[in-house]
């Protein structure tokens, strides 16, 4: 029963940190963004004057005097306050930027840099990602994409590849923006802060394409687990991630199979 619940735990941890990574991607990717600014919207409305009796002017005369005298003085005092301190209550605007406005910003960020700026070349196509899977390791007969152990679930390392609309933006991604997603996702699965430990985060080459390769590891439920990730930058995001419990060491198999990524 033991083995069962650290193969739930683990599993469920390994697709929390996929799904962190998703997020971060998923912000990048669209033909249209939308950014919020804290720009002051001035709005006015004219209307039409109209000659009033010297009844009228001397009723509203009154009328305004009598409601400024039963003003409050704190809204007085607070408007007068935000004034002095330039503080002004105003609505977000939100700007849109198109596809070919934000590949171009990507573009000049990722060679300012001194990034690879091959992902915003046209042109690119790629189908999928081929690597060779460690000895003793199966695909899941219940996950697709997924590969586990001959002796799973009493060993639940695995391995999970999944395929991401792309993300021009990918490389610009920091290790200080990973780790928050990352624990930011934690805390909505399990209820609490789980800290995330980035043992490495490196811009690397994956078969001529852009990729980040991070390695990091994290305790959920009182379970130590580790994880090296690969987010390989083409036309599509290509995430593979290999994930272990402290009680097995496939490290050193794990590296062997990521130097056989492919891209097709």
């Not at 991607?25 to 010297?54: I, K, N, R, Y």
């Not at 992902?119 to 999928?128: K, L, Q």
């Amino acid at each position: 029963m033991k083995s069962i619940q650290y193969h739930k735990r683990c599993r469920h941890s390994a697709a929390v940190l996929v799904a962190a990574v998703m997020v971060i991607f998923l912000a990048g990717c669209g033909q249209d963004e939308t950014m919020s600014t804290g720009a002051e919207v001035q709005t006015g409305e004219t209307s039409d004057t109209t000659d009033h009796s010297t009844t009228q002017e001397n009723s509203e005369s009154e009328d305004s005097a009598a409601t400024q005298e039963n003003a409050e003085p704190a809204d007085s005092e607070a408007v007068q306050e935000n004034t002095e301190s330039g503080q002004k209550n105003t609505p977000d605007v939100q700007i849109d930027i198109d596809n070919e406005t934000r590949q171009q910003l990507t573009a000049e960020l990722l060679e300012e840099n001194e990034m690879d700026a091959s992902v915003v070349e046209p042109g690119r196509s790629t189908a999928g990602c081929t690597f060779e899977l460690p000895e003793g390791f199966e695909e899941s007969q219940d996950v697709d994409d997924l590969y586990v152990t001959a002796r799973y679930p009493l060993d639940t390392s695995m391995i999970y590849y999944e395929v991401l609309d792309g993300d021009i933006s990918l490389q610009l991604m920091t290790e200080e923006q990973f780790r928050e997603q990352a624990e930011a996702d934690f805390h909505l699965q399990y209820g609490e802060d789980i800290k995330l430990e980035i043992d490495s985060f490196e811009n690397v080459k994956v078969d001529g394409y852009p990729a980040l390769r991070i390695m990091c590891h994290y305790e959920a439920d009182g379970i130590r687990i580790t994880q090296l990730e690969y987010l390989i930058n083409a036309d599509k995001t290509y995430v593979i991630t290999y994930s272990q419990t402290s009680d097995y060491d496939w490290m050193e198999e794990y590296e062997v199979s990521a130097a056989t990524i492919r891209v097709k």
